[in-house]
């Protein structure tokens, strides 16, 4: 099951991160976003390309953007997450991460 979300730099649409069938990843940059921030990268690891990033694992990155500890346990069982679906714990505890970027299911893509 593919999934999808939309990352936001500063509540800009930056970009869609995919986890495709194979569990592979993919970030790719949004066009618009590329042209109008060719230097606000989201991170040092993946400036702003018109090439996407591939991975076998989730990118550091937004790995760290998962809460830890505790706080981990609680959305875990919140939201009946295993732990080990980062993916699955990005969309749905990243859309008010603290700093510049946060994630959003692709369905809000629309109200960007």
Not at 20 to 47: C, H, R, S, V
Not at 102 to 110: G, N, R
Request: hydrophobic share 40%; net charge neutral.
């Amino acid at each position: 099951m593919m999934r999808q979300g939309i990352v936001k730099y500063n509540n800009e649409l930056a970009g869609v991160l995919t986890e495709n069938d194979n569990g592979e990843y993919l970030f790719a940059y949004e066009e618009q976003y590329i042209q109008k921030y060719p230097d606000k990268f989201i991170t040092f690891q993946m400036p702003v390309s018109k090439q996407p990033y591939r991975s076998k694992r989730l990118f550091p990155f937004f790995d760290g953007l998962i809460p830890e500890g505790w706080l981990l346990n609680i959305a875990a069982e919140s939201w009946k997450i295993n732990k080990n679906d980062r993916m699955g714990l990005l969309l749905a505890c990243c859309q008010n991460a603290i700093g510049a970027v946060s994630v959003h299911p692709l369905e809000e893509k629309a109200n960007a």
